[in-house]
């Protein structure tokens, strides 16, 4: 079973300004997105959760430089989408 991706209306703001900002990055970013609805546990995503004052949320690396954070709720099996960006902005 797929996990639920839930897009807030901040984190589509947040998307579509980095997205303009990277067009690169596009095909990259919908396939992480992908593959992180099929099976968040993927290796390639590098799932890992946060500490500190976003102790409550995880990451997941688009490439070397970019994340998006998330917040997992594993009974009803929905990740919202929190924020994407550069590694420094973001945390």
């Not at 500490?51 to 690396?61: D, F, Y």
């Amino acid at each position: 079973m797929n996990y639920k991706l839930i897009y807030t209306d901040s984190y589509i703001k947040r998307a579509t300004k980095f997205l303009k900002k990277h067009p690169d990055l596009i095909s990259q970013y919908e396939k992480i997105l992908k593959i992180l609805e099929i099976n968040p546990d993927h290796p390639s995503l590098r799932l890992h959760q946060l500490q500190g004052k976003l102790k409550k949320l995880h990451s997941v690396s688009i490439n070397i430089s970019y994340r998006i954070t998330l917040e997992f709720y594993f009974t009803d099996k929905e990740i919202v989408l929190v924020n994407v960006g550069h590694h420094d902005d973001i945390y």
